[in-house]
């Protein structure tokens, strides 16, 4: 499986763009990639999935360049209850098994 | 639609104790995985089922079992507990097996063995 790795943390304030950046250097070609949201206690919750190019939904955009070897999770107008732990995963398109590798996340701090 | 339920949500148990923890997909999932969630760090990958057989498991112990029942529901059991096995447990439900699908969360069960 293709490691995946982001920033540790990010603050940011209200009102602001929140542009977080995964990088997956060795992403195979059936690989797809796919972004997560945690609040504390409670469980992830997904939030995009891309392959290439950009995606885009009412929650967030998804920047994949031609490489693929990174990947941009973008927030846009972020708001104190963005505040979460968002988690970048590269998975292989339809493994034998749903496994999610999760890494270490990116916490991101949403201020006043 | 009721979402992914777990329960118990909050458990103490005492170490060398055996605990069950139960998860209810969303209706329509067949496919249910188990995470366990040390603080601080990432959901780690411990089983999938699907259709009642496991699917897939992760680099945990024999001391962690689980079953998947003709309802779709599942139960985790946990053996002999540890300090370690000190987590968050959370069920994820998705309608198919592949990898790419959409993974539904329940809140978790936050165990405690002391």
């Known amino acids: 499986l293709a490691k995946t790795t982001q920033p540790i943390s990010m603050d940011s304030y209200e009102g602001q763009e929140v542009n977080i950046t995964c990088s997956h250097n060795n992403i195979a070609t059936n690989d797809y990639i796919t972004w997560y949201q945690q609040f504390p206690s409670q469980g992830p919750r997904f939030i995009i999935q891309g392959y290439k190019t950009k995606v885009t939904n009412e929650v967030a955009s998804l920047f994949i360049p031609a490489d693929r070897k990174s990947s941009t999770l973008s927030l846009p107008r972020v708001s104190l209850s963005d505040t979460a732990v968002y988690y970048c995963l590269v998975a292989p398109l339809k493994a034998a098994g749903n496994k999610l590798t999760f890494g270490g996340g990116t916490r991101v701090l949403v201020k006043p | 639609d009721a979402g992914v339920t777990q329960s118990p949500t909050h458990l103490i148990k005492t170490r060398g104790q055996h605990v069950t923890l139960r998860c209810s997909p969303i209706s329509g999932h067949k496919s249910v995985s188990w995470y366990q969630q040390v603080l601080g760090q990432g959901p780690q990958f411990i089983f999938q089922?699907?259709?009642?057989?496991?699917?897939g498991r992760g680099n945990f112990p024999d001391r962690f079992s689980a079953r998947q029942f003709p309802n779709y529901s599942s139960e985790l059991n946990v053996n002999a507990l540890l300090l370690g096995d000190s987590a968050l447990y959370l069920c994820?439900?998705?309608?198919?097996?592949?990898?790419?699908?959409?993974?539904?969360f329940g809140q978790g069960t936050r165990l405690t063995v002391v």
């Open positions: 089922y699907y259709e009642k057989e496991e699917r």
């Open positions: 994820a439900s998705s309608l198919v097996v592949a990898s790419n699908t959409e993974a539904f």
